[in-house]
T-cell receptor
Framework: NAGVTQTPKFQVLKTGQSMTLQCAQD?????MYWYRQDPGMGLRLIYY???????DKGEVPNGYNVSRLNKREFSLRLESAAPSQTSVYFC???????????FGQGTRLTVV | DQQVKQNSPSLSVQEGRISILNCDYT??????FLWYKKYPAEGPTFLIS?????DKNEDGRFTVFLNKSAKHLSLHIVPSQPGDSAVYFC??????????????FGKGTKLSVIP
């Protein structure tokens, strides 16, 4: 079982470039999330999708957009990357949002 | 404002002894609490959870205690093993409106188990 798959695993962007981080889960989960992890800051929620067709802002949504393409896929887009967006990004999913969430392996993004 | 707080950034414990990791929360709407373990270059993995209707949950060497009146939970690892060395995140969940739930994480505690 693949679980939660994120692509790419590593990415270097120049300031102002755009990119989309992809996430797919094969567990038939309803809820999906995007987090970022920065040193000393823990995991902070960027956006989440409680169910297919809905998305909501989390704690740190500025500079990001998301798309819940279908039940399996939830993408995160950086329209104009900034050095402050250098971070490790994690996608996660859960059955209903209440309870255990399963995480992907992460995407390490560097914006220069 | 941090709703889930892990005030100890790091903890060192001798192999075989007990590790106690602490977590405090401020939001009274939280009713489900989880601990995650994270190794470098990997995603967090679920370790153990507890519902607000309980005050203790045990799974092998891992026990989580919940004190609702103090808004405090702790993770006990007994006996600690070198393979337990990782960053441990406390997380809390509650209805953020219209039946929508999301996990709020603490900043993590880095546990080092010394052989």
């Amino acid at each position: 079982n693949a679980g939660v798959t994120q692509t790419p695993k590593f990415q270097v962007l120049k300031t102002g470039q755009s990119m989309t981080l992809q996430c797919a889960q094969d567990m038939n989960h309803n809820s999906m999330y995007w987090y970022r992890q920065d040193p000393g800051m823990g995991l902070r929620l960027i956006y989440y999708s409680a169910s297919e067709g809905t998305t909501d802002k989390g704690e740190v949504p500025n500079g990001y957009n998301v798309s819940r393409l279908n039940k399996r896929e939830f993408s995160l887009r950086l329209e104009s990357a900034a050095p402050s967006q250098t971070s490790v990004y994690f996608c996660a999913s859960s059955v209903q949002g209440y309870g255990e969430a399963f995480f992907g392996q992460g995407t390490r993004l560097t914006v220069v | 404002d941090q709703q889930v707080k892990q005030n100890s950034p790091s903890l060192s414990v001798q192999e075989g002894r007990i590790s106690i990791l602490n977590c405090d929360y401020t939001n009274s709407m939280f009713d489900y609490f989880l601990w995650y373990k994270k190794y470098p270059a990997e995603g967090p993995t679920f370790l153990i959870s507890i519902s607000s209707i309980k005050d203790k949950n045990e799974d092998g060497r891992f026990t989580v205690f919940l004190n609702k009146s103090a808004k405090h939970l702790s993770l006990h690892i007994v006996p600690s093993q070198p393979g337990d060395s990782a960053v441990y995140f406390c997380a809390a969940s509650g209805d953020s409106g219209a039946g929508s739930y999301q996990l709020t994480f603490g900043k993590g505690t880095k546990l080092s188990v010394i052989p």
